[in-house]
């Protein structure tokens, strides 16, 4: 059974800086695309950044790209989203989700409709 559990959210003071953490059982990230996503509320969900094994490039959503960086740890099962220079519309539940990497596109990221497995979230709120 897959399984993604989100940490590492919190609040925290615009133009301040979070890492979120993906760690993953039941599957190997050799053979996923991992995706983090996020959804405000009132809002559709938006793909903030994915990374895939198959990709020797990562998907960076328009409105984060230069502020967040994807990273894994195979040895953890962990996928990382280093997040800095952080606004009050960064606010929102993030979650991560995984995709088959045979089946992966970047612009999968966009929306993350293909993505059938994820996590529970984790809440970011950025307010002073």
């Known amino acids: 059974q897959l399984q993604l559990v989100e940490s590492g959210g919190g609040l925290v003071q615009p133009g301040g800086s979070l890492r979120l953490s993906c760690t993953v059982s039941g599957f190997s990230l050799d053979k996923y695309a991992i995706g983090w996503f996020r959804q405000a509320p009132g809002k559709d969900r938006e793909g903030v950044s994915c990374i895939s094994p198959n990709d020797d490039n990562t998907y960076y959503g328009y409105s984060v790209k230069g502020r967040v960086a994807i990273s894994l740890d195979n040895a953890k099962s962990t996928v990382y989203l280093q997040m800095n220079s952080l606004q009050p519309e960064d606010t929102a539940v993030y979650y991560c989700?995984?995709?088959?990497?045979?089946?992966?596109?970047?612009?999968?990221?966009?929306?993350?409709?293909?993505?059938?497995?994820w996590g529970q979230g984790t809440q970011v709120t950025v307010s002073s």
């Open positions: 989700a995984a995709e088959p990497a045979v089946a992966y596109d970047y612009y999968h990221c966009v929306l993350g409709t293909t993505f059938r497995s």
